[in-house]
């Protein structure tokens, strides 16, 4: 019913740039939640940044004044742009949507995209 799809991952040296895409699809109303987490290998999946409907944001430590997110509602997307990227933020980037209001008044939690490769060289 929700589909989302990330783009904008690839290979960046050290001190670069990148800026992810994600955009939900399907039969939305609304999103409260979307979010940007990421997983290294051999590690866990950790929340990078958060964003609510409203514009309240929550960031990991790690990236706190080097990623900014946002959102555009109507377009049912999220944004994360990254700047002074390190070696440490390589990661497979995954996209998240929580608390969706589907068609017919339904909420859902907790959907994912496919995840994007983020690789930063030193």
């Known amino acids: 019913q929700v589909q989302l799809v990330e783009s904008g991952g690839g290979l960046v040296q050290a001190g670069g740039s990148l800026r992810l895409s994600c955009a939900a699809s399907g039969r939305i109303i609304s999103i409260n939640a979307m979010g940007w987490y990421r997983q290294a290998p051999g590690k866990q999946r950790e929340l990078v940044a958060a964003?609510?409907?409203?514009?309240?944001?929550n960031y990991a430590d790690s990236v706190k004044g080097r990623f900014t997110i946002s959102r555009d509602n109507a377009k049912n997307t999220v944004y994360l742009q990254m700047n002074s990227l390190k070696p440490e933020d390589t990661a497979v980037y995954y996209c998240n949507a929580d608390d969706v209001l589907i068609v017919g008044g339904t909420r859902r939690n907790d959907y994912w995209g496919q995840g994007t490769q983020v690789t930063v060289s030193s």
């Open positions: 964003i609510t409907s409203g514009g309240s944001t």
